[in-house]
């Protein structure tokens, strides 16, 4: 039987990799043709897209741009916005040090097809990028990610960062040149392990825009987060987040399994295997997004339009069985 990987990948990634992809020639509607990602997922400011798509549109970008450095492309143009709350974090941090221990903390945030760890010595820190057991990432998806510490680290230092050494355990996938344009040096291939080793002295180095105060405010940003991330492994939890954006007529179990890049009857064995029953979690989902919706103000007759019930006494039993209250009270309360 087929397993879901329910890992994600922030949306704010995903653009990223869009815009660098468009950036080669290729429109927007190309690069999402056919895939199950649309503007809406992308347009939320936390949105999480599965890694399935995103490996979907790894290979649909390489296949249409033609381009096998579009990984170095990808890295080498990081910045803050490109790591969403963490970049805001990043860029006020004291030093890159500090910026990096950051990255390691928050790295779920990004993206969960990896680990990166770090080594340190008296003069140097290496990090080390493993990608999960039975994920098979391209050999792009890698060097964008490590190109993007690489070029994240540059602009937040406001100077050039030369690597001690780097290293790829693929084959190299373009020119030799590419390499040294984007990374400023030649890395090693078929190497052990995927590194990046950057000297102690860049690391100690102030940064520019540091400010102690803005960095700690994002920093609890992206704890909130973090927490908020369902348990890896877990399909329910993704399904749960999933559902929390989604618009109530998309609320369907095979617009779910899209997102997941998997089947139905995949889908409904893995959430059957986690005693997860599917109307459960659309119910739950539409009980939290009704009492916001009341909790803010919002009419009894606006919250049935907007959630899709038949009428405005519809939705008025489902929120006394949900909450035991009448409709009214709960608008009151507030």
Not at 147 to 165: D, F, K, T, Y
Request: with cysteine; aromatic share 4%.
């Amino acid at each position: 039987m087929p397993m879901i990987d329910p890992r994600t990948v922030s949306a704010s990634y995903v653009r990223s990799l869009l815009e660098t992809i468009e950036q080669q020639g290729v429109t927007r509607a190309e690069a999402l043709r056919g895939l199950p990602l649309d503007e809406t997922q992308l347009a939320q400011a936390n949105g999480r897209v599965a890694l399935g798509v995103m490996g979907l549109l790894w290979q649909r970008g390489l296949q249409l741009t033609g381009d096998a450095g579009l990984g170095l492309k990808l890295g080498t143009q990081a910045r803050p916005a490109t790591f969403n709350v963490l970049g805001h974090a990043l860029m006020n941090c004291a030093t890159l040090g500090q910026a990096l221990e950051l990255m390691l903390r928050y790295q779920r945030l990004v993206s969960e097809a990896g680990t990166l760890s770090a080594r340190r010595s008296a003069d140097a820190v290496a990090l080390e990028y493993r990608a999960h057991p039975g994920l098979a990432l391209l050999p792009q998806q890698v060097e964008g990610i490590v190109a993007g510490i690489l070029g994240q680290s540059r602009w937040l230092a406001g100077r050039p960062v030369l690597p001690r050494a780097m290293a790829f355990a693929h084959a190299p996938q373009a020119d030799p040149a590419a390499y040294r344009a984007a990374l400023g040096v030649l890395p090693d291939f078929g190497a052990p392990l995927t590194l990046l080793e950057l000297a102690a002295a860049d690391l100690e180095a102030p940064l520019p825009q540091s400010d102690a105060a803005m960095c700690a405010l994002h920093c609890r940003l992206a704890d909130g987060l973090l927490e908020a991330l369902p348990p890896i492994g877990f399909v329910s939890g993704f399904a749960r987040q999933w559902l929390a954006s989604a618009a109530p007529g998309a609320m369907r179990i095979d617009d779910l399994a899209a997102a997941l890049a998997t089947s139905v009857r995949t889908l409904q064995r893995q959430l059957a295997k986690e005693q997860v029953h599917w109307t459960t979690l659309v119910d739950g989902a539409r009980r939290d997004a009704a009492l916001r919706l009341l909790q803010s103000g919002t009419t009894l007759e606006a919250a049935a339009q907007a959630l899709g019930y038949h009428d405005a006494s519809s939705l008025s039993r489902a929120v006394r069985r949900w909450s035991g209250q009448a409709p009214g009270r709960l608008r009151r309360s507030t």
